[in-house]
Nanobody
Framework: DVQLVESGGGSVQAGGTLNLSCAVS????????MGWFRQAPGKEREGVVI?????????FYGDSVKGRFAISQDNAKDMVYLQMNNLKVEDTGKYYC???????????????YGQGTQVTVS
């Protein structure tokens, strides 16, 4: 099975920057879609960004993070990154790296999720 391990979370003041990393392992075939999701206390999990692994690598961001967050992938290192700029208090939550071999949308249920890394913005 695919294993995803996130790192890079932490506490930051509003307006600050954090860079999350996701190490991908255990796959036989590369997932067709990678993404980042987040969940705030008392709220449902929300799609932050999803990115097709091939075909030009189309990327779709949630409305709340457009222009502030950026996903990138390094297939040679089996890494996925999420750069988060101009962080806001409402960005607080646990961030999950995810992989899908099927649907690739912000609302899709991905097949594999990591354990998550906490991001707190104050």
């Amino acid at each position: 099975d695919v294993q995803l391990v996130e790192s890079g979370g932490g506490s930051v003041q509003a307006g600050g920057t954090l860079n999350l990393s996701c190490a991908v392992s255990g796959y036989r075939f590369r997932a067709n879609c990678m993404g980042w999701f987040r969940q705030a206390p008392g709220k449902e999990r929300e799609g932050v960004v999803i990115s097709w692994a091939s075909g030009g690598g189309q990327t779709f961001y949630g409305d709340s993070v457009k222009g502030r967050f950026a996903i990138s992938q390094d297939n040679a290192k089996d890494m996925v990154y999420l750069q988060m700029n101009n962080l806001k208090v409402e960005d607080t939550g646990k961030y999950y790296c995810a992989a899908s071999y099927g649907l690739c949308t912000l609302n899709a249920r991905f097949g594999f999720y990591g354990q998550g890394t906490q991001v707190t913005v104050s």
